[in-house]
């Protein structure tokens, strides 16, 4: 089955495997800047990582990339000169609060549609596109259960695995919940991971803490809002439009308040006693958040910015979590 790639969380995967075609929601492994075809200065990592891995791509027939972010949509512009797959720019907008607003995502998701379609992809009926999204909300509802079976790096890595490679696997909860492991309960808030930023769940346990909230946009924060069972038989394409675009909270929201609705729910219902911020060197969106963030949660805040270097992040980043354990425990 021929392979779509992206990153965003407003891409539904649903949408892309109704037409035939496999949807991965690629995890990115980061580039040192002298192996990477863009410049290392002002350019965000994780978009410096998308564009190497959309050039080197050997599987995917088609690439997705978003407005959602400044840099994603220069980074598009390269894209379309330097790769050979073809690629797509889907507008989503940052206002969502507008009927109009609503309305452009519909028709984005209608125009990503007949590009699919010219990449081999099929039409189909509205009963084929309850079934796949029946499929991935019960296997998505799975792996939110199975977050206390889990060890904090499992968890995030069955969220990541499954927006790479769908449904087919789902985690194993036969051995029931594990005993809680104790240590100062965390949360990572901030932009995607990358796959060297999972070892930071491991930094945090081997630190005496652990993290009971993934916030970030490749965790639980990227997923989107369960289906609701009766609307999605009569209208599935508008179920999926809300649980995507109205159900996923991010910075670029304009506004952005049901972030930190979401955020102030999650902290207090899972005893949060400080907050790791994920940022890459370079991402002003996540950057300018830091400082909202600093004022709105009365939490510690240990702000961990991911310049791409491997060795300095290697070097640096356990040391910093180490102490800012040390001083909560
Ligand atoms: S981390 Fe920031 S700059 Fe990089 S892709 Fe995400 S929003 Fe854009």
Request: glycine share 8%; aromatic share 10%; net charge neutral.
């Amino acid at each position: 089955m021929k392979t779509i790639i992206y990153t965003c969380p407003y891409v539904p995967a649903e949408w892309i495997a109704a037409h035939g075609l496999r949807p991965s929601r690629i995890i990115l492994s980061a580039v040192s800047s002298a192996g990477s075809i863009t410049r290392a200065e002002g350019v965000c990592p994780y978009v410096r990582a998308f564009i190497d891995e959309a050039t080197t791509e050997k599987r995917a027939c088609g690439v997705v990339m978003t407005t959602v972010c400044d840099q994603m949509r220069r980074a598009f512009d390269i894209l379309v000169r330097k790769c050979n797959l073809p690629v797509f720019l889907m507008n989503v907008p940052n206002t969502w609060q507008s009927v109009a607003a609503q309305k452009l995502y519909l028709d984005e998701l209608k125009r990503l549609g007949r590009f699919l379609i010219q990449l081999a992809g099929k039409s189909f009926s509205q009963d084929k596109l309850s079934q796949v999204m029946l499929e991935y909300d019960t296997v998505r509802a799975c792996i939110l259960a199975a977050r206390g079976h889990l060890t904090s790096r499992q968890y995030a890595e069955v969220i990541a695995a499954f927006g790479r490679d769908g449904p087919g696997t789902r985690p194993d909860n036969a051995e029931g919940a594990r005993p809680p492991i104790a240590g100062v309960p965390l949360a990572i808030v901030g932009g995607p991971l990358m796959k060297q930023s999972f070892d930071i769940f491991d930094i945090v346990e081997q630190s005496g803490g652990r993290i009971v909230l993934d916030a970030t946009e490749t965790g639980e924060r990227g997923m989107c809002a369960p289906f609701d069972r009766r609307r999605f038989r009569d209208d599935p394409l508008m179920e999926l439009a809300n649980a995507y675009f109205g159900g996923i909270q991010d910075a670029s929201r304009r506004p952005n308040n049901e972030l930190y609705k979401w955020l102030d729910h999650e902290l207090v219902s899972r005893g949060v006693r400080g907050i790791i911020f994920h940022r890459y060197l370079w991402c002003d969106m996540w950057h300018a958040e830091l400082w909202r963030l600093k004022d709105w949660v009365d939490l510690p805040v240990l702000d961990i910015d991911i310049g791409g270097d491997n060795e300095t992040y290697q070097h640096r980043t356990p040391n910093r979590i180490r102490a800012f354990l040390e001083m909560l425990q």
